[in-house]
């Protein structure tokens, strides 16, 4: 887990970018809300607005991420205000919670944006609750959020916007799910709310006053996660990330117990830890989530072993009413998740070498490189969707080597489609008659996986041409991809 986090691709160096901005402008909005004169509640709040506008915000160019990021408040503030007005109305707050929980995940059926809002609605009434806002304090949370929404976009958009040198980022869609009760995002608004309600009665009776960390849990187990199985593997690494956090913050939080400076310099890091190992990690980015906690109740002053170990328990408490939701409540198989993603990634294996050979072919509007962009964001879906497969604790080790090898097949495909487009973008690469007869090769053997049929494996003399001989490598992927995608009895590589 070590060596995957350091030693992972970082193509452009994107994720350091991408961790070293969120220092950046989540500094400059605590210092914004310092120099307005907010308290510590303040400033926290403001901290965090900026981590989720920062964070959270995906949309494929730079003009749709700052829309979602100036609709943030607006979903925002009306959530805090419910909060605060509910606060000494227990029913009612828990039921508006769960209410949050549950539109927030549906929201995700529109995509990034909708996606982005559900997380920054969530996390406001979450704040809330961890500050025990009342409606006095109202006015003084609202500029807190709004003055560092408007930090964060001015580091992002202004200061440091190096998406802009970046072609657009390709955001794959969920998988179709039909309509009603059909469709994926329903049913996991369902499953969050059936968890988040159990996290809730066991969180409270655990803890009465830190009872959303179980709520919390069980809420970020969810996020980007489609199916059962992804869901109890995401679980587990939340648990395994919490514990590790504790036991450092018991190391590093609890001596420094607030001091100002010290805290100062590991919440920065915590944030950089959070962001850098985020799209790599989940366990390493909850350890980082669970340092960045710690060094903030030991500024509330409140920080001790015990309050580490109630979060754990808590933890647990969030993460098992995730696990319970998606095994009883309208399951989402891995099987038909998993299915949906390698498909969608084997018609895109077959759209890149289409446009790659009409750019050899001489068409200059022929222009494969978003379309390799999109085959490693579906590429990265598999392997979440996988995930529960390849995991150690899974006992069945004949579905763990089949999901490996499919893994490590689409991997190859991968890989031979960037080097076909690194010889298509020489201006001196000139188009072989044999490509049109090996694209129509690959075309075949796209449609017979994805209808179920076997490919024969064909045996052909290497070639010295380089973008044949990535597109021969192509077939051979391909071609070995049937037998792990089924078993010899035929069943599906996941089961159902």
């Not at 996390?123 to 109202?138: C, I, K, S």
Request: aromatic letters at 6%; one cysteine or more.
């Amino acid at each position: 887990m070590l060596k995957r986090v350091f030693t992972a691709p970082d193509p452009g160096r994107t994720r350091l970018r991408f961790a070293a901005r969120a220092v950046l402008g989540i500094g400059l909005a605590v210092v914004v809300c310092g120099l307005a004169g907010h308290s510590l509640a303040g400033a926290v709040t403001g901290g965090l607005a900026a981590l989720l506008a920062l964070f959270t915000v995906t949309d494929a160019t730079v003009r749709g991420q700052a829309v979602t990021t100036a609709l943030l408040p607006a979903v925002g503030l009306p959530v805090l205000a419910a909060a605060a007005v509910l606060h000494d109305h227990p029913v009612a707050r828990d039921l508006t919670f769960l209410a949050v929980v549950g539109l927030g995940v549906y929201a995700r059926r529109w995509g990034p944006r909708g996606h982005s809002l559900g997380v920054f609605a969530f996390m406001t009434y979450f704040v809330a609750q961890f500050l025990h806002a009342r409606t006095d304090q109202l006015p003084e949370l609202y500029a807190s959020v709004l003055l560092s929404v408007l930090a964060a976009a001015a580091v992002r958009f202004g200061l440091w916007c190096y998406e802009r040198r970046l072609p657009p980022a390709a955001v794959p869609a969920p998988p179709p799910g039909g309509t009603g009760l059909a469709r994926v995002t329903t049913r996991q608004a369902i499953q969050a709310t059936a968890g988040a309600g159990f996290a809730l009665v066991v969180g409270q009776l655990v803890s009465g006053q830190r009872w959303y960390w179980a709520v919390g849990a069980t809420w970020w187990v969810f996020v980007n996660t489609t199916s059962r199985g992804e869901t109890l593997v995401r679980g587990f690494r939340r648990v395994l990330g919490t514990v590790i956090g504790i036991g450092l913050a018991l190391f590093v939080a609890v001596p420094v117990h607030g001091d100002p400076v010290p805290t100062a310099l590991i919440v920065a890091v915590s944030v950089f830890g959070i962001f850098y190992t985020a799209a790599v990690s989940y366990t390493w980015m909850m350890l980082w989530v669970t340092l960045l906690a710690a060094m903030l109740y030991g500024l509330l002053g409140v920080l001790g072993p015990g309050l580490l170990a109630l979060r754990l328990v808590e933890t647990g408490v969030g993460a098992l009413g995730a696990a319970l939701a998606v095994a009883l409540v309208l399951p989402v198989t891995t099987h038909s998740v998993t299915d949906a993603w390698i498909q969608r990634a084997l018609h895109c294996v077959h759209a890149c070498t289409a446009r790659t050979a009409a750019r050899l072919a001489g068409a200059e509007d022929a222009d494969p490189a978003p379309m390799v962009a999109e085959l490693e964001q579906l590429l990265a879906r598999v392997r979440l969707s996988v995930a529960p497969l390849v995991h150690p604790l899974n006992p069945m080790r004949g579905r763990k080597r089949r999901a490996r090898r499919v893994l490590a097949l689409l991997d190859d495909c991968a890989r031979e489609i960037r080097g076909l487009v690194a010889v298509a973008a020489d201006p001196e690469a000139s188009h072989d008659a044999r490509l049109a007869a090996a694209c129509r090769r690959v075309e075949v053997a796209v449609e017979a996986l994805t209808g179920g049929r076997d490919i024969a494996v064909r045996t052909a003399p290497a070639a010295t041409e380089p973008a044949l001989a990535h597109l021969h490598g192509l077939e051979r992927a391909l071609a070995e991809l049937a037998a792990p995608l089924r078993a010899p009895s035929g069943s599906p590589l996941v089961g159902a």
